[in-house]
T-cell receptor
Framework: ETGVTQTPRHLVMGMTNKKSLKCEQH?????MYWYKQSAKKPLELMFV???????ENNSVPSRFSPECPNSSHLFLHLHTLQPEDSALYLC?????????????FGEGSRLTVL | AQSVTQLDSHVSVSEGTPVLLRCNYS??????LFWYVQHPNKGLQLLLK??????LVKGINGFEAEFKKSETSFHLTKPSAHMSDAAEYFC???????????FGAGTRLFVKA
């Protein structure tokens, strides 16, 4: 148990669906992250939030829409995805924006796009 | 510019024998270096970190790593492998300010009985 909880753990969706991934951290951290992990590719940073403000968006397509309503919760809204978006989506948190190397990860949401 | 290279995509050892997972880095600044482990269907877990204190760093589960500036290396070792060590391991480098984090491609460790 890392203190970072992701739901759902598995999600299958069609290309026209809209779904959301949820992440919650109970560590009192101020920074939260979304990463994408695809087979045979390095971990890709998607978004960074610090104190609920988005501070980094690494050229992620607009079909991925993050939301951070407070410092404990992070969402990733998904719509009109492509099959190549199938991957493990990992949420992480850190004490603050300067502690990006010391991350606490959730167990991930395995997304399959049909 | 920063980069990190994990020299082996797969490493296979027998249970009870030493483990060596190799990592080389490139950084224009004084880096911080980390190793993470990921077991199947799990998230990543921090094993150990180097942040410019002692060059030999001890982590969880008997792992340790040595920072060698002259060789720009941060190899992960363990004296005796257990079956439970079978997982994927990631070497990570961040710059001095901690803003930029680069993950290596990962090394999958297989442990044979």
């Amino acid at each position: 148990e890392t203190g970072v909880t992701q739901t759902p753990r598995h999600l299958v969706m069609g290309m026209t669906n809209k779904k959301s991934l949820k992440c919650e951290q109970h560590l009192g951290h101020n920074a939260m992250y979304w990463y994408k992990q695809s087979a045979k590719k390095p971990l890709e940073l998607m978004f960074v939030y610090s104190l609920e403000e988005r501070v980094e968006n690494n050229s992620v397509p607009s079909r991925f829409s993050p939301e951070c309503p407070n410092s404990s919760h992070l969402f990733l809204h998904l719509h009109t995805l492509q099959p190549e978006d199938s991957a493990l989506y990992l949420c992480a948190s850190s004490l603050d924006r300067l502690s990006t190397g010391e991350l606490f990860f959730g167990e991930g949401s395995r997304l399959t796009v049909l | 510019a920063q980069s990190v290279t994990q020299l082996d995509s797969h490493v296979s050892v027998s249970e009870g024998t030493p483990v060596l997972l190799r990592c080389n880095y490139s950084s224009s600044y004084s880096p911080s270096l980390f190793w993470y482990v990921q077991h199947p269907n799990k998230g990543l877990q921090l094993l150990l970190k180097y942040t410019s204190a002692a060059t030999l760093v001890k982590g969880i589960n008997g792992f340790e790593a040595e920072f060698k500036k002259s060789e720009t290396s941060f190899h992960l070792t363990k004296p005796s492998a257990h079956m439970s060590d079978a997982a994927e391991y990631f070497c990570v480098v961040t710059d001095t300010g901690g803003f930029k984090t680069i993950f290596g491609a990962g090394t999958r460790l297989f442990v044979k009985a």
